[in-house]
């Protein structure tokens, strides 16, 4: 079956079967490999992508279930969150990267909905979100930088480990 669907702003079409996951039409369909592939239950929260700027895990979003709402990916990330990306590598937070595009892509959608977010906010936004390396504290002080520097605020605070590699 043909899909027709918005990804990261551009009109695209996949042929596939109607329960085919968004994330194998994303990576083997429309070679948008950014997104990863993790547990494939929807737990880890490697895939993460927008559906209409919330996050989902792909691996468990049929195609079918999209319709007319729009899809964000890793891929499409870099222009609307620049300030983003940018603490994310001020910060040293990627160690072996395999579960930043999802991070990110919640850490994006918590920025989105709420400017200002405490510790407990970014807990419980990122807390679908794996990291094998344990760089957690790295990926709280990065958005709240990111969201400092959104509002025009300039700060620095140190991650807790000192910003060493695990």
Known sequence: MQYNIKVNGRNVSADVAPDTPLLWVLR?????????????GGFCGACTVHVDGQPVR??????SAIGDRSVGTIEGLD??????????IQN??????????????????????NPTPTDADIDNAMSGNICRC?????????????????????????????????
Do not use: F
Request: with cysteine; net charge negative.
């Open 58 to 63: 792909s691996c468990q979003t049929a195609i």
């Open 79 to 88: 222009a609307a969150h620049p300030e983003l990306i940018s603490s994310w």
């Open 92 to 113: 040293n937070v990627p160690q072996c990267g395999y579960c930043q595009s999802g991070q990110l892509m919640s850490a994006a959608a918590l920025l989105d909905s």
């Open 134 to 166: 344990g760089t957690y504290t790295r990926i709280r002080a990065s958005i709240k930088e990111a969201a400092a520097s959104r509002r025009g605020v300039a700060i620095w605070e140190a991650p807790a480990d000192g910003g060493q590699t695990s």
């Open 28 to 40: 083997d369909h429309l070679d948008l490999t950014g997104t990863k592939y993790g547990c494939g």
